[in-house]
């Protein structure tokens, strides 16, 4: 049976929402097992709380734990029994182990991805890739948003073939419509890095690519993917999950104000809940760490169990729809078999 | 009498919308009078639509337009009659014109501000600086949001003194608290530019340095200035756009839907006006472009009468303030008098 490994110990809510939320990804979805790795006890207790199927959870005590506090590259070299380095060594050994999720430490995650499981041949640097709601009711692949703080050009054509497979695989997109993050439409926007990666973006015949796009045209706009250097990925990223933060801290301020507002917010509450659904980036799972050999799912570090679940059906799913496979199959179909880094 | 040029041709809504927004400005506040530069015949036409004190208006007629297909150094070097050259030659000549307002090409803005009316001594590069509104109902000066998309460290580093010297002009911010948008909240994020503007802005007696922020802090977070190169704040800022047009899309959409829905609306819409006008970025004005020897304020391409208006009113209070004064002392007094580009 397909096992999807889950990182017990990191993000702030471990392991309690961690384990409620796989355990309610495995009720949603047959055919798959769920491996924890962490502190046994811990998850056994949590387990205990909640009705489950028992031949479906595995538990793989560990006894130590990566926080945000280690520096990434020196945690897994030294950490070697904690929860994530074990997770990743099991997903590379284990043909069973489909995938990883985990919501601990960004920079843990990553460095462990490429140090422990590998990226596949060809891929300059994985990314990062989340997808942001849109206003079509759909979501915008955002890649690299945040793996890769310095970029050349060919990293951004590779984010662009990355993000067009993961769309292809796993939400049925048949053509992605690539767009390029940059400060302008016009094709000579932007610093020699994105001029470049307009130029290459645009040769490639193995994506669909629309030109420069702006920051607002990640939610409003009509791409499917925003190809981004992790710098300026990371802060568009952020942009937007402050601006759905603060909308949200405004609303509840004004229909908390008095009981007239209170009664507003009983009428309303429907249209509200439809907004609130729509922003909700919970429900749309983590960022895919897309480059590496296996499924890598890395959710938010303050997820609770409703981001968590999504998070193991997404990586589950994933894997189901041959993500590895179909960026292997990208990248070696065209013309970036001749390139190096 | 303290004069406001006004570029009557610029923006998609000219000159219908910014005549009626500055008429608007004239009926808020006293003691100051508009100079329109454009197409006399047009600007008089829609004068003559709204009552007004003529003698607090004046128009210049000029016989062309830059729009946003020109180049804007070919363009400020031959049309010499246009809107936008007459305007700001004007506010450089005529020692009544106090600033000068535009909402045409953003490149032609920033040109014509740099060739034709001149940067403050000492100042490196001049930079666009919008107010994007937060979470604590007051607003986040951005700078720089698109001036430049290539920077060096002292650039940034002269970006927080402007902005920090237009929040004690404008908004009485005393000791305005600056943070340096990056990739994350710790000291060595970022790339090489980033860590060294960090250490830049750390020395900086003038300043008042909270440290690296992050995306989500412009509008959730607790600074009142957020420096950033331009290609980065140029992204942050339509990201947000992006965010707050989605937003106010499916509550349009939702609150459409049906009779219930729009019955819903009508309870609720005293806290959706709420949300609204806490998000309008209108009300705000335009960008402030820093570190021109004189005030020029970039309105929104799309800007209509009462996003004009507030502009208008912006750039007088910027003079009124002292801003460009305000500025120079704050680049001279301190460690900055040795830097050179």
Redesign the interface.
């Known amino acids: 049976m397909v096992k999807i490994v889950v990182d017990a110990m990191g993000g702030d809510n471990a392991p309690e929402e961690i384990v409620k939320g796989a355990l309610l990804a495995l009720r949603e979805r047959e055919n798959f097992s769920v491996l924890f790795t962490g502190d046994e006890a811990r998850i056994r207790a949590e387990l205990a709380k909640t009705p489950h199927d028992a031949s479906r959870v595995e538990v793989r005590h560990c006894t130590e734990e990566i926080t945000n506090d280690d520096v990434p590259t020196h945690a897994i070299r030294s950490k070697r029994d904690s929860s994530l380095v074990v997770g990743m060594t099991l997903l590379k050994e284990d043909p069973e182990a489909a995938a990883f999720v985990s919501a601990g430490s960004t920079g843990a995650v990553l460095t462990g991805g490429i140090m422990l499981i590998g990226r596949i041949k060809g891929v300059l640097r994985p990314a990062l890739c989340p997808g942001i709601?849109?206003?079509r009711g759909s979501r915008t692949l955002l890649c690299d948003c945040?793996a890769n703080?310095?970029c050349k050009p060919q990293y951004l054509e590779q984010f662009a073939i990355m993000a067009s497979a993961y769309g292809k695989a796993a939400f049925h997109m048949e053509h992605p419509r690539v767009g390029l993050?940059?400060?302008?439409t016009e094709e000579h926007?932007?610093?020699?890095l994105?001029q470049e990666a307009h130029q290459l973006l645009k040769a490639n015949p193995n994506i669909e690519f629309a030109g420069n796009i702006?920051?607002?045209?990640?939610?409003?706009?009509d791409v499917d993917v925003a190809v981004?250097d992790?710098?300026?990925g990371?802060?568009?990223?952020?942009?937007?999950?402050?601006?759905?933060?603060?909308?949200s801290?405004?609303?509840k301020r004004?229909?908390k104000?008095n009981l007239a507002?209170k009664?507003?917010?009983l009428?309303?509450r429907?249209?509200?809940k439809?907004?609130a659904d729509?922003?909700d980036y919970a429900k749309l799972g983590g960022s895919v760490f897309l480059g590496l050999k296996k499924v890598v799912v890395k959710s938010h570090g303050s997820s609770k169990a409703n981001a968590i679940c999504p998070s193991v059906i997404q990586a589950l799913d994933a894997y189901n729809n041959r993500l590895v496979e179909t960026i292997e199959e990208m990248l070696t179909s065209g013309a970036l078999e001749k390139q190096d880094a």
Chains 1, 2 share one sequence.
Do not use: W
């Open positions: 709601p849109n206003v945040g703080a310095e993050l940059t400060n302008g926007k932007g610093d020699t994105h702006e920051g607002r045209d990640i939610m409003f706009g981004a992790g710098f300026s990371n802060i568009a990223l952020k942009s937007v999950e402050g601006c759905g933060k603060t909308v801290a405004i609303l004004e229909f104000k507002s009664l507003a917010y009428c309303a429907k249209q509200i439809g907004l729509m922003l």
